[in-house]
């Protein structure tokens, strides 16, 4: 269970609700995964729940749950602080959403403590997103309830601050958090993997992991997956030509448009600083709304040829992701699973590589580190 000196490039948020699962259930995989399945429930109905606001035809609704089949929690099976973190930015979408619909402060001001949470657990895309709804959407609501609605945001941001700085500050400085949180994951972390440019917008490390051997033996499941990549990659420049029509249109009123377009670009701020495809992964929730947004407002266009290519457009994306997650259950199913062992039980994974190289990992811990030593020694 992490301490409060814990020290890691990002804060420690998601680590204590892992810690305190662990402290119930013990500290295995199987309590992580829970964890996880929690997160990807929690995933699913918020993406759920904000589409239901954003889009009134089902199909459009439909479309940015899809985006989760091949992008979402299944495919990254254990809690990580992306996923808390896009949890509590979502969350807190959701609560300032009904904040603009009600006068009670307590919508702004949970929406406040749940975008808070979201910086606790990873400071950039969590300190976008503050940014952009103090800068952006607070501004946007109607003038005869925006002090109000800001003063409770407010409100609820500190309250989210009080807490963990009370525990933190107790065991590092303020300039220790400062080096630890914004200097180095600023200059150095950003270099440990290359931008979209070198990356070719993510198709390099996809293209490089392709072989003859893998399409012949799964060609229906790589098509599918090639072709999802694809659509994980237009997904960004999609949401953001969705966010300049949706401005440009008025297909949502001003303050709903600014809340969801400056969540969106806390999302994406945080995939910039590095432009893989897990972090694309990561964006892609947020992203999808706009989908469903574009896609609604779209499908009973007045003319004709947009109306028909919109349809289209988003009955075939729909297919396709669906097709991915129908075709990989049966292919995964099928595939050979290799098992690895240690005192503690057995895992089993699809890689015969990755298998031989954590058995023989497992072999020299059980050979050389003496039964009961802690699992993280200095010296």
């Not at 440009?248 to 969106?264: D, F, Y």
């Not at 097709?323 to 005192?343: C, D, H, N, R």
Request: positive net charge.
């Amino acid at each position: 269970v992490p301490v409060p000196d814990f020290f890691d490039i990002i804060p420690p948020g998601s680590f204590y609700v892992l810690g305190g699962v662990f402290r119930l259930l013990g500290p295995t995989i199987l309590a992580s995964r829970l964890l996880g399945l929690a997160y990807g429930l929690l995933l699913v109905a918020l993406v759920y729940a904000l589409a239901a606001r954003f889009a009134r035809h089902p199909v459009a609704r439909a479309l940015a749950l899809a985006f989760l089949i091949p992008f979402g929690v299944g495919a990254w099976p254990f809690p990580s602080h992306h996923w808390a973190v896009d949890l509590c930015q979502l969350a807190a979408l959701w609560l300032l959403l009904k904040g603009t619909d009600s006068p009670s402060a307590w919508w702004p001001a949970l929406g406040g403590l749940a975008a808070g949470a979201g910086a606790w657990c990873m400071q950039d895309q969590g300190g976008y997103a503050i940014l952009a709804v103090s800068l952006l959407a607070v501004p946007a609501v109607e003038r005869g309830r925006r002090l109000r609605f800001g003063a409770a945001w407010f409100a609820g941001l500190a309250a989210a601050a009080v807490l963990p700085l009370a525990l933190l500050l107790r065991s590092v400085s303020i300039e220790t958090l400062w080096q630890d949180w914004v200097i180095f994951p600023a200059t150095r972390y950003q270099d440990l993997q290359g931008g979209m440019v070198a990356e070719g917008g993510g198709w390099v490390a996809v293209l490089s992991d392709m072989t003859m051997a893998r399409l012949s033996a799964a060609p229906v499941y790589v098509a599918l997956t090639m072709a999802c990549y694809g659509l994980l990659f237009l997904l960004p420049w999609a949401a953001l030509g969705a966010m300049a029509a949706t401005f440009w249109r008025r297909w949502l009123a001003a303050p709903k448009a600014v809340l969801l377009s400056a969540v969106t670009l806390a999302f994406l701020g945080g995939a910039a600083h590095r432009w893989t495809i897990m972090n694309l992964v990561w964006a892609a929730p947020a992203c999808a709304l706009w989908m469903g947004v574009a896609a609604d407002r779209l499908w009973d266009a007045p003319r004709a040829g947009l109306r028909r290519a919109a349809r289209v457009a988003a009955v075939n994306a729909l297919c396709l992701l669906c097709a991915f997650g129908l075709i990989g259950f049966f292919q995964q199913g099928l595939a050979k699973s290799i098992p690895v062992s240690g005192p503690a039980g057995t895992l089993t994974t699809y890689d015969p590589r990755e298998a031989a190289s954590l058995q023989a990992f497992l072999d020299a811990i059980g050979e050389k580190v003496p039964e009961g030593a802690p699992a993280f020694t200095m010296g």
